[in-house]
């Protein structure tokens, strides 16, 4: 009895020692002055604009609604001579981007085929309001999403009972975690999404993508942003995009290319780094059994972070209401010229399919 009573004094020290190692780890790692990681200007590459994606004057408005007290910006698409309630796509973006890297070139011709759009910017990012700025939180991205499927219903313009969903990479996973809630949703279409980014993580690393090495920095960069939060001190931020070998969340020529190539001018190339230690908890995938609507998957065969594997553990709980459309380039390609056309048809598509009457 003795022997078995000094083992677990034992083990509750080394716990104990352990347990004070990490808390000073912490405190060392989250107030330490000079860690800092330096900003990245993005290298702005002019797309060529089409006529299609002209706007006419009529084509947006300027809207707001609130979560919590904090105003959401927002542009409202909507058809033109409209005489009846229209469905409508809810669309939010991926990590760090706004409204305004790209969104737009998808809602013209959501709205040229009779529907109607509700872009919006999380809290924190664009042209919402939020303190901290730039902050990346997936629980308020995903109360923002709600919050704007509320105000949609709400409009006399559009048809409550039609309202699908539009997300892309990270909220590509957001819009099957809201559909899991959300009954109601008539479709989703989902866009290279982040399905499991834990998966994700590790097919990164398994790929040389990341290094172990880069991977613990990052977790050490997130760790002084999330602790300096609960003391109410200035975040830590790092850049959303870098080059390879950089400090960013997504560093690799490829995201560094796609924001050069979509970002305004004016955007802010930061995110607030507690993103790092949150991301790989977010797995989408686990909540697709619960979906009751039609969802389209759009995958591209050379995402890294997406494998086969997990695309058919997301199809296989969804049944026939998955409809998987699979194209043979990367993440980033699907955002532009004739990938960008082959993407955008396929969901018009689905849309006209399950929206319209």
Partial sequence: MGIVLLILQIIGIIIGTLIGLFILELAIVAFIPGISVPKQSLEKVKQPTKEKDVKPSWSRKDVSFKVKETSLSAWLYLPENLSAPVPCIIMGHGLGATKDTGLESYALRFQEAGLAVLAFDYRHLGESEGEPRQLVWIPRQLEDYTAAIDYAR?????????????????????????????????????????????????????????????????????????????????????????????????????????????????????????????????????????????????????????PTSLVEEAEKPLGKLAEVISYPIDHFDIYTGDNFEKAVNDQLDFFKKHLQK
Wanted: with cysteine; aromatic share 6%; proline share 5%.
């Fill in 154 to 306: 709400s409009l006399k313009e559009i048809d409550p009972a039609r309202i699908a969903l539009w997300g892309t990479s990270l909220s590509g996973g957001h819009v099957i975690v809201i559909a899991a809630k959300d009954n109601k949703i008539a479709c989703v279409a989902a866009q290279v999404p982040l399905l499991d980014g834990r998966v994700s993580g590790l097919t990164a690393y398994k790929h040389k993508i990341i290094s172990l090495g880069h991977g613990l920095r990052m977790i050490m960069h997130g760790q002084r942003d999330f602790v300096r939060s609960w003391f109410g001190l200035s975040p830590h931020k790092i850049p959303i995009v870098g080059k390879p070998g950089t400090m960013a969340v997504l560093a690799f020529s490829e995201a560094y290319e796609a924001f050069g190539k979509l970002a305004p001018d004016d955007f802010i190339n930061e995110a607030c780094a507690r993103i790092n230690i949150r991301i790989d908890k977010y797995r989408p995938v686990k909540k697709a059994a619960k979906v009751s609507c039609p969802v389209l998957l759009q995958v591209c065969e050379k995402d890294i972070g997406t």
